[in-house]
């Protein structure tokens, strides 16, 4: 697949400024002023995350209304049914209220609505069962901000809500008792990207101030914190930097049971970093919802029982497998139908439908199809009851919720953002969705959204890839949106002659930056098609990310190669 490469612009001045107090190499200052930081003390704290740094809950606005309400509950001797979305930010968020305030009262329960059978956010089921379970106060978590109408019924049923979520609020509101969402508009709280169970964290931390409680109270479910925020895909900047910082910590350090035992089943025996509770942690995490109930997603948190931790534990495991033998089987299904249409090359966008997909993995589906075969908007479609469902991915600046918002017409219901969306429609529309979406997405994409773009922090050279150099760029953890693993340049590239291909997929590097440089060692996976460039005998371009190679007990600076390309200059 082609890709073409955007280099940062930088800011000389800022960086020899930045240099000057920090003392440290010129392109580190670069990727720091690159990230927002310029001054000394602004480095201190990306590289010294302190959770003294973090702000005050009580700055959030309702935070008072909902400590208040909550501490009214307990004096009444009410039942409180924590409530929570079905994906990893929700269950993380439901096991991280629940378990602290089932320490102080016993009279709590917790909901998670089935993702198929109810669906995102405040169901209608969840009332019912609030109503019938005689719960008087239920706190939401990662969901509740748009349910303005579930949440009416419910106060007019005597059902009090306490609203925490971080979705973006329409202009009316839920009649909640309190919404803690720091993106409302009237919100005075400074930081406004935390993840639903970092809004949860929140809550809990004012509570525990508010009883004189210690705060490892509240931070001992900073694993979930971590994890949560890890696979909600947030900024990692401000606080959810500091958040992420000490999740790992503690993950590393004194995980929860559930989560150590999630780490022992996947074999990881490294130090864990964001990635893995990203790529190891969060999928099995995911999968009890995506395969079944993601109530044993919470109950794994909340367990202390190490017997009944460990068999949850290898339920969500086998849920896992399921899943991925389910989407990869899916996702080559997906790749010979597109393979049978013979206008393939000419569309901008993939819609595809079979009934027999299954629902909880379209999704995964449509980001697979993007990122390794057909690089434009996808969605993938299933039966679904007798409704047809389906989840949206985009490609880089390309707005798909838009798209999707302009064949309301053929849609019984959708919604999303900018980058991912969900619909449902009657499958007799659904010829006539594929067609009005290829037409919209072809007369609004530009051409250059349809290929992919590699983001380049700066070129370096090898004589400057050193481990004093690396060992600060690795303090660049936790890595999320807003500060990715830095990505380089380095021109003028030539092959040893020991470069070869490994099981006839990828690259084994082993090259130099001119003819007498610094001989450097790397992979490149999945790469094997570019392997010509190498073995030309001609200068070539590499993009990469540096990381370390463990072999045979030695340590040794790598380059993990991400993209090839003959020299430009």
């Not at 978590?141 to 973006?168: N, P």
């Not at 995506?290 to 068999?311: G, S």
């Amino acid at each position: 697949m082609q890709k073409r490469w955007t280099v940062k612009a930088y800011q000389p001045n800022q960086e020899k400024s930045l240099q000057s107090s920090l003392r440290i190499h010129p392109l580190l200052c670069r990727l720091l002023v690159q990230r927002g930081i310029h001054t000394f003390e602004a480095a201190r704290q990306f590289f010294r995350p302190s959770l003294d740094d973090l702000h005050d809950p009580w700055l959030m606005k309702d935070m008072d209304k909902a400590i208040s309400r909550i501490e009214l509950a307990f004096f009444r001797k009410e039942k409180i049914l924590i409530y929570g979305d079905y994906d990893v930010d929700g269950t993380s968020a439901v096991a991280t209220v629940y378990a602290f305030l089932h320490n102080l009262y016993g009279n709590i329960e917790f909901y998670i609505p089935h993702r198929y059978r109810e669906g995102y956010g405040i169901s209608v089921q969840g009332i019912d069962y609030a109503r019938e379970n005689e719960f008087s106060l239920v706190i939401a978590l990662d969901c509740g901000i748009k349910s303005v109408e579930h949440i009416t019924r419910a106060k007019e049923l005597g059902i009090d809500f306490i609203i925490c979520d971080h979705h973006l609020p329409d202009a009316i509101l839920p009649p909640a008792v309190a919404i803690l969402n720091p993106k409302q508009y009237d919100c005075p709280y400074p930081y406004k990207e935390l993840s639903g169970c970092g809004i949860g964290y929140k809550l809990i931390t004012a509570f525990a101030q508010k009883r004189g409680l210690p705060r490892k109270e509240a931070d001992r479910y900073l694993d979930l914190v971590a994890t949560s925020i890890a696979a909600d895909i947030v900024p990692m900047t401000g606080e959810n930097r500091i958040l992420a910082f000490h999740g790992l910590k503690k993950v590393n350090e004194d995980p929860l049971p559930g989560i150590n035992a999630l780490i022992e089943l996947s074999g990881l025996k490294e130090k864990l970093t964001i990635s893995n509770l990203v790529f190891v942690i969060a999928p099995r995490v995911n999968a009890a919802g995506r395969m079944d109930d993601a109530r044993k997603a919470v109950n794994l948190f909340i367990e202390n029982d190490e017997e009944k931790v460990a068999t949850i534990a290898a339920v969500l495991h086998a849920d896992n497998f399921d899943r991925k033998e389910i989407d990869n089987t899916i996702t080559q299904e997906a790749i010979e139908l597109l393979q049978q249409d013979t206008n393939i090359h000419a569309k901008k966008s993939t819609v595809l439908y079979q009934a027999h997909w299954h629902k909880g993995v379209v999704g995964i589906v449509a980001s697979r199809l993007i990122d390794k075969y057909y690089y434009r908007p996808t969605i993938i479609l299933t039966q679904s009851n007798d409704r047809v469902a389906g989840s949206a991915r985009s490609v880089m600046g390309f707005n798909v919720y838009e798209a999707i918002h302009q064949c309301k017409d053929l849609l019984e219901n959708y919604g999303g953002h900018f980058y991912a969306a969900g619909m449902t429609l009657k499958p007799e529309n659904v010829k006539a969705f594929q067609e009005r979406f290829e037409e919209v997405v072809a007369n609004t994409i530009k051409p250059d959204q349809l290929i992919p773009e590699i983001v380049i922090d700066t070129e370096i050279y090898f004589s400057d890839i050193t481990t004093p150099f690396y060992n600060i760029l690795n303090q660049f953890e936790p890595l999320g949106p807003e500060n990715l693993r830095p990505i380089f340049l380095a021109r003028n590239i030539i092959d040893t002659g020991y470069s070869k291909l490994v099981k006839e997929e990828h690259i084994r590097f082993a090259v130099r930056q001119g003819k007498s440089g610094t001989t450097m060692y790397g992979i490149g996976f999945f790469m094997a098609e570019k392997f010509p460039i190498v073995s030309s005998n001609k200068p070539f371009d590499i993009a990469f990310s540096i990381d370390e190679n463990e072999w045979n007990g030695q340590t040794s600076l790598q380059l993990k190669v991400i993209d090839i390309r003959e020299s430009s200059r």
